[in-house]
């Protein structure tokens, strides 16, 4: 009886509120549509759905009165011309990876991944507590537009290679398709970066144009089935230990909404944002699992080689602190940040982590007592 009357009130508790808002927003609300721009293609489900999920929660929140189209990469404007294009206002927003942008200057690359930099949840802490987004609201000023944090991978794998990587000299000369700023880290300790389209990628190494790829982790990496051509599978991908996708909004568009819609927009990209990291943790277990019974082989890179790598970075990135002031000012704080995260990280979410993860796996079952 209770609990019949509970659902009673529950159910007109559900009408009230579901009635009440749209009617709200129609009185008040305009109308408002907008286009989002994605470097990404559709086959890229996680990725390029999180832009999906941003503007459907924001068409929800606002009764169907703002709309956000999501157009693949390509569709309206190349997919690496988003930035121009919400520069320009050809689009209101664009959904991409920011560190594709480091030609136009290095200091994009830190609001996505650098090598060796923050991993997922660091990232996102220096972001919405730390100063990323303050510093990085600051940056993109000059080039009109309003960021938002929109997605994470997590650490990404370290590639496939035609053949085992055991030391450093097997690096010289190793021609490896790389993704943006890491290929400059991967460059200094010998490789030798290529940049190719994903398409294009499967066949460069079936031929053995390309030595080695590396592109995102388990479950991406397998719809491109490189297991087939390079079986060797190494980890971590050291130069996207959590790289971040970003909204990039028009700052006039941004301006002109209502208060009321940009709070929906910032609670929706956040929303995007944490609901991205879930997806790809729930479907790389079972992507590695496959791959693995397909063929893959799973390595680490071997210490020296990681530690080569590292130096190599923080000597890139002293560098360019000295030759880029916008670089030098953003990056004194990720690296101060990145250091106070790894102090603490190093303790009790390392082991946590390293318990339940290898410790516990590997632990034989104690003998049972007769
Ligand atoms: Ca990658």
Redesign the pocket.
């Known amino acids: 009886m209770e609990r019949r009357k509970f659902l009673q009130n529950a159910g007109i508790a559900g009408i009230l509120a579901a009635g009440a808002a749209p009617a709200v927003h129609a009185q008040t609300a305009p109308a408002i549509r907008w286009r989002l721009a994605s470097s990404f293609p559709k086959a890229l489900d996680t990725i390029f759905g999180a832009a999906d999920v941003f503007a459907k929660t924001v068409s929800e929140a606002t009764g169907g009165k703002f709309t956000i189209s999501v157009h693949a990469g390509g569709e309206l404007v190349p997919a690496f011309g988003v930035v121009d294009a919400v520069q320009q206002g050809t689009v209101e927003c664009a959904h991409t990876a920011p560190y594709y942008f480091f030609g136009k200057d290095d200091t994009f690359a830190m609001d996505c991944a650098i090598p060796f930099g923050l991993n997922s949840r660091q990232m996102t802490a220096w972001m919405y507590e730390g100063n990323g987004l303050k510093l990085f609201r600051e940056f993109y000023k000059q080039y009109n537009i309003v960021n938002f944090p929109l997605g994470n991978t997590g650490a990404?794998m370290g590639g496939w290679y035609r053949k085992e990587i055991k030391t450093l000299a097997d690096i010289k000369g190793l021609k490896m398709r790389i993704?943006g700023f890491g290929g400059k880290v991967l460059s200094a300790i010998g490789g030798v970066p290529q940049n190719i389209p994903g398409g294009e990628i499967y066949q460069a190494l079936e031929k053995g144009t390309i030595d080695a790829t590396?592109?995102?982790g388990p479950y991406d990496d397998e719809k491109l089935g490189f297991q087939k051509v390079a079986k060797h599978y190494y980890y971590p991908?050291w130069w996207?230990g959590g790289?971040q996708l970003t909204l990039y909004v028009n700052q006039k568009a941004y301006d002109a909404l209502p208060k009321d819609y940009q709070a929906i927009l910032a609670a929706a990209a956040s929303h995007a944002h944490i609901d991205m990291q879930a997806k790809y943790d729930v479907k790389n277990p079972a992507a590695l699992k496959r791959l693995v019974a397909n063929g893959a082989k799973l390595h680490p890179f071997s210490k020296p080689i990681l530690q080569a790598a590292h130096a190599a970075a923080m000597d890139l990135y002293s560098d360019l602190s000295a030759k880029n002031p916008a670089w030098k000012k953003i990056y004194s704080d990720y690296a101060a940040f990145r250091d106070e995260q790894n102090m603490w990280f190093r303790f009790t979410e390392a082991g946590f982590d390293n318990f339940m993860q290898t410790g516990r796996g590997t632990a034989k079952a104690a003998p049972k007592k007769k």
């Open positions: 990404q993704g590396e592109w995102v991908g996207e790289p």
